[in-house]
């Protein structure tokens, strides 16, 4: 890959990334006070972060038995 093409994609993946960051700021000038919507809003890194890490717990090795023993063992 050349280096300009991938200074491009950089510039994008920065970009696109300090905008999503910004954009909830920008738009939303006074505190939420939707009690659904705070609590949704609170709970979402909690699901993200399971959802991201369960999966790859799982399929970190070959074995289905040791993935979940590595799990348990993790766990406590």
Not at 36 to 48: C, E, G, H, K, T
Request: aromatic residues 14%; hydrophobic residues 60%.
């Amino acid at each position: 890959m050349e280096i300009k093409t991938f200074l491009i994609y950089l510039a994008v993946i920065a970009g696109s990334t300090y905008l999503i960051r910004v954009i909830p700021f920008v738009l939303v000038n006074r505190k939420l006070t939707n009690r659904y919507v705070r609590s949704f809003l609170y709970y979402i890194p909690y699901a993200v972060l399971a959802a991201m890490t369960v999966p790859a717990a799982f399929y970190a090795t070959r074995s289905v038995i040791s993935a979940i023993s590595g799990i348990v063992v993790a766990a406590l």
